[in-house]
């Protein structure tokens, strides 16, 4: 048994604990009176800490510096992970638990971390190996659906595992939704386990490792295992915990609507971006018509002319008025593409279903701007060899290259190299 003496106040406080005897046994006084001193001056400084909101600012800070290239892709894994996963519950869960598994083996490269899938552990999906007298973590992770809360079973059939595994803490985490009856960081004393509750957390995790470092402060105080600092019994301890619970919470909402805001206001920008984009194109087709009329009247009343070839005027407005089709997306990057042929001075064919484009009298390609599902430009290879090509996006049948026309950089690098 340990006595802690106070010899100023000359009192004796006894301490019944193996586990902090084993922890004492072979440390020397100077590193025991360290330890106390910080255990100490934690307790002193909790209140302080809870209200200066200053911390607030340090971790916006440090989330800005080293998670800005998460928060700028996370609003698109989670709109395409349903797709990748095609919906799947168990596909979903095991995504997840790959993501935590990572994230904890780079960020906690000294402890030993399981997963229960390939270990045989019977507790949660990963468990987290201190290999110190703090023990096991277990961790639970759920992957629902925004706005699907993690049901109350699921809770107590974690509570159960967590009770037949002999592990003092654990932690459940949710990804997108909240869990039933708990707040975004709880926390919850059930019989002689400590259990952290975290959700929804996303996929950066930066939640979960807050929340194993908020357990290992816990161990390190003894605020578990000393009977003499009772959570259970100690209001003001559990006060105090309660309202940095409400102080993390309060600056993950603050983080989140930031993230929204600059998603939002993203949004609008490639919005009014798109607009603007379509206008210009617009522009552009309607200052080449008319610079073409004006030239082929003059023309005309020089020599005389019997054309062969189609009016950029005429290509316009197949284009605009002569699919079977209104998409303004497809007609958008038609203009596109026929203003740059335009540019090279090309010249136009209007056929039934196609549009063919000459250089020099040489038939050099054809576009089927009718096409309901795609649309397909063929470049004509006029070469005795056929020369590389992207295979990922272009395929090749006759002596012709043949794209789909779409709005990606890829695509309009390899048409502007044809043209």
């Known amino acids: 048994m340990l006595v802690l003496s106070i010899t100023d106040f000359g009192n004796q406080y006894e301490i019944d604990d193996k586990i902090l005897e084993r922890t004492f046994l072979n440390r020397t006084t100077d590193e025991i009176t360290n330890v106390l001193r910080l255990s100490s001056y934690i307790l002193d400084k909790i209140p302080s800490i809870v209200k200066n909101e200053g911390i607030l600012y340090d971790i916006e800070g440090i989330v800005d510096k080293k998670n800005e290239s998460v928060f700028q892709k996370i609003e698109s894994v989670n709109e395409n992970l349903l797709c990748l996963t095609s919906g799947n519950s168990s596909l979903l869960g095991k995504f997840n638990e790959n993501i935590i598994e990572k994230y904890l083996k780079i960020h906690f490269p000294h402890y030993e971390i399981i997963n229960t899938a390939t270990s045989g552990e019977k507790c949660g999906d990963i468990v987290v190996n201190t290999r110190t007298n703090m023990g096991r973590i ?41 869990i039933t009856g708990k707040n975004t960081i709880d926390y919850e004393i059930y ?114 002319s019997c054309r062969e070839y189609s009016q950029y005027a005429e290509i316009v407005d197949a284009i605009r008025n002569g699919r079977p089709d209104k998409n303004a997306n497809k007609t958008k990057l038609l203009e596109r593409l026929f203003n740059e042929l335009h540019q090279k001075s090309y010249q136009f064919k209007i056929e039934e279903s196609d549009i063919g484009f000459y250089k020099e009298d040489i038939y050099s390609g054809k576009v089927n701007y009718k096409g309901r599902s795609r649309i397909d430009i063929f470049f004509k290879e006029t070469e005795e060899y056929t020369r590389p090509y992207p295979k990922k996006i272009v395929s090749m049948k006759n002596d012709n290259y043949i794209i789909e026309l779409k709005e990606n950089a890829e695509t309009w690098a390899f048409i502007l190299e044809k043209i």
């Open 138 to 178: 277990s961790i639970e992770s759920k992957n629902y659906d925004v706005g699907k809360p993690i049901p109350s079973g699921e809770i107590d059939k974690f509570k159960r595992d967590l009770m037949n595994s002999g592990i003092k803490y654990g932690i459940l985490i949710s990804t997108n939704s909240r």
């Open 191 to 304: 019989k002689d386990k400590i259990i952290l509750y975290v959700g929804p957390a996303g996929h950066d995790n930066f939640l979960l490792n807050l929340g194993i470092h908020y357990l290992k402060t816990l161990n390190e105080l003894d605020a578990i295992h000393t009977r003499r600092i009772n959570i259970r019994d100690n209001k003001c301890i559990r006060d105090k915990l309660d309202e940095i619970s409400r102080t993390f919470e309060i600056g993950l909402s603050k983080l989140n609507h930031g993230v929204n805001q600059i998603n939002e206001t993203e949004k609008k920008m490639a919005s009014t971006f798109s607009l603007l984009r379509s206008s210009l194109q617009e522009i552009i087709s309607d200052f080449n018509i008319n610079l073409e009329k004006m030239n082929t009247e003059i023309s005309d009343l020089k020599e005389g």
